[in-house]
């Protein structure tokens, strides 16, 4: 079974920065997708950036230019550089990675970290 970490959420001023961190264990052979997700009061959850296996980005409309996706094979992370941060960035941020296995695929969630802009 694989689980993810998270930490690095916190209150920030409007303008600030913050970095997520998201560390998986157990046995990972190979990842097929990894994303962030977020989701605020009252809203869905929705998608802030993915990535493939070969390292392209996606992003949603409302972060680019502001964040970025990363990861670190060596600690087994991805990160989500968060700049420029707005009150409506205000979320419980989730990162999910998607593993195959023979056949079908496994998808694993973090447990979420919050991450509230406020003045």
């Known amino acids: 079974q694989v689980q993810l970490v998270e930490s690095g959420g916190g209150l920030v001023q409007p303008g600030g920065s913050l970095r997520l961190s998201c560390a998986a264990s157990g046995t990972i052979f190979s990842i097929t997708a990894l994303a962030w997700y977020r989701q605020a009061p009252g809203k869905q959850r929705e998608m802030v950036a993915t990535?493939?296996?070969?390292?392209?980005?996606n992003y949603a409309d409302f972060v680019k230019g502001r964040f970025t996706i990363s990861r670190e094979n060596a600690k087994n992370t991805v990160y989500l550089q968060m700049n420029s941060l707005k009150f409506e960035d205000t979320a419980a941020y989730y990162c999910?990675?998607?593993?195959?296995?023979?056949?079908?695929?496994?998808?694993?969630w973090g447990q979420g970290t919050q991450v509230t802009v406020s003045s």
């Open positions: 999910n990675i998607i593993v195959p296995r023979p056949g079908t695929l496994d998808e694993y």
């Open positions: 990535m493939t296996s070969a390292g392209r980005a």
